[in-house]
Nanobody, 121 residues
């Protein structure tokens, strides 16, 4: 079983910055992709940023403001959020996927519990 634990959420004013962290733990062979998603009240969960093989992708709404990065040795993914806007207020979820074995016959995909980010005007 793989578990993801997020941290770093909080309350910040418009224009401020936050850095989210997520660590994966458990018994697995490799992580192939990690990402951040968010869900605002009354809205569907949406992709914020993903990274796989060193290639990052971002939602148009966060391009130029957010940066996703990983520390593969620590099984961690980060989301640096700058120039935050009220519209960025949401619960942010970490997602990761990979394999339990070296021949990739058993795959996994899991979510963290989420961390609240609130941006005040």
């Amino acid at each position: 079983q793989v578990q993801l634990v997020e941290s770093g959420g909080g309350l910040v004013q418009t224009g401020g910055s936050l850095r989210l962290s997520c660590v994966a733990s458990g018994s697995f062979f490799r992580i192939s992709a990690m990402g951040w998603y968010r869900q605002a009240p009354g809205k569907q969960r949406e992709m914020v940023a993903t990274i796989s093989g060193g290639i990052a992708k971002y939602a148009d709404s966060v391009k130029g403001r957010f940066t996703i990065s990983t520390d593969n040795a620590k099984n961690m993914v980060y989301l640096q959020m700058n120039s935050l806007k009220v519209d960025d207020t949401a619960v942010y979820y970490c997602n990761a996927g990979g394999a339990f074995d070296s021949i990739w016959s058993r795959l996994w995909d899991t979510w963290g519990q989420g961390t609240q980010v609130t941006v005040s005007s």
